[in-house]
């Protein structure tokens, strides 16, 4: 089981900066990939960044040169990631969801998904 939890959020105005981080921890696990997700109301929950084991990265053209996705490991089955989120739009409001794709530490071709509860992110024009 590995629980995943977010926090970071708030409200910032146009052109600010927000660091999202989520926390993932628990039993025997290692971090293969992780996203982060965003949802705004009436909207799909969609993909902004995403982040390998090997630290490869990828993202929606919409945040590209204004995001950046990142991770550590911080101790034995436990691992953050960050989102810094520069020159904020009114349209990067939303929920922001991380999800973390994990293995076992200990068997091979065990693979899953973890959710966190996600954070709201208020950006004011």
């Known amino acids: 089981q590995v629980r995943v939890e977010e926090s970071g959020g708030g409200l910032v105005q146009a052109g600010g900066s927000l660091k999202l981080s989520c926390e993932a921890s628990?039993?025997?696990?290692?971090?293969?990939?992780a996203s982060w997700y965003r949802q705004a109301p009436g909207t799909q929950r969609d993909m902004v960044a995403h982040?390998?084991?090997?630290?490869?990265?990828?993202?929606?053209d919409s945040v590209t040169g204004r995001f950046t996705i990142s991770k550590e490991e911080a101790g034995f089955s436990k691992y953050r990631v960050y989102l810094q989120m520069n020159s904020l739009k009114a349209e990067d409001t939303a929920v922001y969801y991380c999800?973390?794709?994990?293995?076992?530490?200990?068997?091979?071709?065990?693979?899953?998904?973890?959710w966190g509860q996600g954070t709201q992110v208020t950006v004011s024009s």
């Open positions: 999800k973390v794709n994990v293995g076992s530490r200990y068997y091979s071709g065990y693979e899953k998904d973890y």
């Open positions: 628990g039993d025997a696990f290692i971090l293969n990939s």
């Open positions: 982040i390998t084991a090997e630290g490869i990265t990828n993202y929606v």
